[in-house]
């Protein structure tokens, strides 16, 4: 007989607790496995019937809200009084659904069937298949590397102290964004859509994760700096908010990205600048880079 306390750990509860009845072998689909208080309730009678371990009983009692309410009298009959050691986290989410995390399952089925249905340029075949060069040239548009060269190229060709200023917070924001990008991808470790192809230009390890997007990232962060540092007209300025919102849009139609990954890294790119201008370098703040800088 399986100890107590890893038939519970084991697999759902409800699963567990009911592999000796004959409604479908345990684990299967019929056992729903969501452990609802109901099913929890059917388990403990028929535990008694069939002399499963009486310790084993109690601890999936003590796990029913029935019981947690003390208004449950087999479970309140049990051998022992005593209460049941504490379960692992994961199982009293099993059984209890909170609100929150219903929410959190329904906004990711939601998320990845949107990003699959969005997916058109994910391959050649693809509905939008036609249209994927155009859409690996946006990639391109906002990758790294092409920033990165164009504000080091800038850098060493500025003539005054202003252009050297705004320069150097370009670049301070762009490796910023890398290192929180490459942290959080680390951290969070969420896979790529299943439907995308990794032919990506020049990718860093962490880029095999999909959790933010670094693109979206740098289309929000890079459209705020220039919005908020450079003296554009109207027209030029609508150009920039468009290439931010089409290059995010470009990462889940290529199958790069699920919707979440892009639309937390619109919204971290975002406050990538706020953290930007808040420590804006300066000759003022950071005299020792400007002058090593104008050493070159
Ligand atoms: C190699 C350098 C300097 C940057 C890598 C840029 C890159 C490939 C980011 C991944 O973006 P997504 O997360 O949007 O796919």
Known sequence: MPSPRRSVEGRPLGVSASSSSSSGSPGSPAH?????????????LSSRATGVDPACARLRASESPVHRRSSFPLAAA?????????????????????????????LLAIDLWLSKKLGVCAGESSSWGSVRPL???????????????GTLYCLCRSDSWA?????????????????LVALIKGLVRRRRPAHNQMDMFVTLSVDKYSFPSGHATRAALM?????????????????????????????????????TDVAFGFFL????????DYCWLSPHNAPVLFLLWSQQ
């Open 163 to 179: 252009g050297r200023e705004v320069l150097m917070n370009l670049l301070f924001a762009l490796l910023l964004d890398l290192l």
């Open 223 to 259: 459209s705020r700096f220039i919005l908020n540092h450079l003296v554009l007209a109207i027209p030029l300025r609508v150009l920039v908010v468009l290439w931010a919102f089409v290059l995010g849009l470009s990462r889940v139609m290529l199958g790069r990205h699920n919707v």
């Open 78 to 106: 049990g051998p022992s009084q005593a209460p049941p050691p504490p379960l692992p986290e994961e199982d009293r989410m099993d059984l209890n659904p909170s609100f929150l995390g219903i929410a959190l399952r329904s």
């Open 269 to 276: 790119g975002y406050m990538q600048y706020s953290i930007v």
């Open 135 to 149: 859409m690996k040239l946006l990639e391109i548009s906002g990758h790294g590397i092409p920033w990165l060269v």
């Open 32 to 44: 729903g496995g969501g452990g609802s208080s109901r099913f929890e309730f059917q388990s403990l």
